[in-house]
């Protein structure tokens, strides 16, 4: 059974960081694309940043610069570091991991920038 567990969100003040993670199970880590996104109320999910199993990333526009996306293999889980963060960051934060046509999602973390 695949488990995708996220950690890290909260509240922060604009121009803050968080540092997400998301832990995997039941999957073959190193063989899937892992990915962020995000869903802020009224709005569709939308990709936030992604890194492969060759560790190429990609990174949409309104993130770029402030956003990194890491992971370590060896104990399946990715990283979302967010800096300079804006109150149009706030959203929950979702991890996924794909391989082929198959894709998994975890519960999702609330991210609230605010002062």
């Known amino acids: 059974q695949v488990h995708l567990v996220e950690s890290g969100g909260g509240l922060v003040q604009p121009g803050g960081s968080l540092k997400l993670s998301c832990v995997a199970s039941g999957i073959i880590f190193t063989m899937h694309s892992m990915g962020w996104y995000r869903q802020a109320p009224g709005k569709d999910r939308e990709l936030v940043a992604f890194?492969?199993?060759?560790?190429?990333?990609n990174y949409a526009d309104s993130v770029k610069g402030r956003f990194t996306i890491s992971k370590n293999n060896a104990l399946n889980t990715i990283y979302l570091q967010m800096n300079s963060l804006k109150p149009e960051d706030t959203a929950v934060y979702y991890c996924?991991?794909?391989?082929?046509?198959?894709?998994?999602w975890g519960q999702g973390t609330q991210v609230t920038v605010s002062s």
């Open positions: 996924k991991a794909v391989r082929g046509y198959n894709d998994y």
């Open positions: 890194i492969t199993p060759r560790s190429d990333t």
